[in-house]
């Protein structure tokens, strides 16, 4: 069926190559990795054999520069990809789109011989982790408390962060903390990268989720854990900057996660009530049903709609569109969870059922709203945006 969002999915910008490699995912996703997503959510088992199979077309290296061995593609081809994985399996989509969450503000901000030693773990399939969240510093990051002081030519690093997905398998994690010497102030944020396996850095727990169940995130322990002081990212008080810079890259890959979601539940429901008969008619007949179904279409193409023109903004260079993913990522999220609510209503009983994946798709979906700053956050940014100075 040729439909407004097949429509709008063809109208997207791509090269030769982007969709080809576009189909590809379609491929796995739909082949290799969906028919697993039921029973990783059931299991919480880690998906190693969904991540082979993206490391098995070399996917890593869409984003990475071609100076150390990757074949970098546009932000909007790997938005695509992103919503196209997360579609087929939520706790897949995230893992993968947090390696590139935390991996490109090392190739914005870092050196090449910071980019020459770190980077080729990733082009063979590494995995990234970002940590920012603490236990008393979440949507004001700025709170943070870990602490990094300097020690001849290593950093000591001291602290705890919460919530950070992919914190227990990650071969490279972006972590921020403040510098010692320069106080408790955001001008004391810093960046630096850090190597799975470091003594003092401990795995304090795996958090049991409502959704995303496939998906590790764990809290951690930073107890006097030394790293080179070459894995610094620019200077020490330089973190804030770098912080705002990967947020408005990676709002936008949320929101292609949680639309990868809300496609599958708008799918699912337009496939149901198709098929499942009241009254000697198709449900989808009935006009109440059609009405939520309009809306649901609506909203998930004018999402998309504005993904595109978000991720064509990114592709052309733009750098002041801060406010543009604040308002995508609040969106999406927001469609993401009404939509996978309609979709669970429209299988009636069955939907409240895990025999059908709205069910998982439902809880899949309200994560999105809170991370990556709340939407309550958002929305405030997106205010203050209209205050006249």
Known sequence: MNSIL???????????EEAMVIEQVV?????????RAERLDASGEFPWENIAAINGLG????????????TPLSYTAYLNCVREISKACASTGLIWATTFHAIKPLIAFGTDEQKDQLLPRILDGGIGALAITEPTAGSDAT?????????????????????????????LMLLFGKWGELGEGREAISALMVEKGKPGLEVLRKEDKMGHRA???VGLAFNDCRVPRSNLLGEPGEGLAILLASLNLSRPSVAAHALGIARAA????????????????????????QFMLADMAAELATSEAWLWHVGRMVDAGEDDFAIEASMLKMRASD???????????????????SDYRVERLMRDAKITQIWEGTNQVHRQLIGRSFIEK
């Open 143 to 171: 709170g943070m408390r870990t602490r990094f002081d300097a020690d001849a030519d290593e950093i000591i690093i001291n602290g705890a962060k919460t919530f950070i997905t992919n914190g227990d398998v990650a071969d």
């Open 59 to 70: 996917l890593n290296g869409m984003f990475l520069p071609e100076a150390q061995g990757g």
């Open 27 to 35: 491929a796995m996703a739909r082949d290799e990795i969906a028919p």
């Open 215 to 217: 998906a590790s995130t």
């Open 335 to 353: 469609v993401a969870m009404r939509i996978t609510t309609d979709a669970v209503q429209l299988h009636g009983g069955y939907g409240y059922c």
């Open 266 to 289: 708008f799918d699912d429901s337009v496939g149901y009530i198709n098929e499942r008969q009241q009254s000697g008619r198709k449900i989808v007949e009935f006009q109440g049903i």
């Open 6 to 16: 097949d429509r709008l999915d063809a109208s997207v910008l791509l090269t030769d």
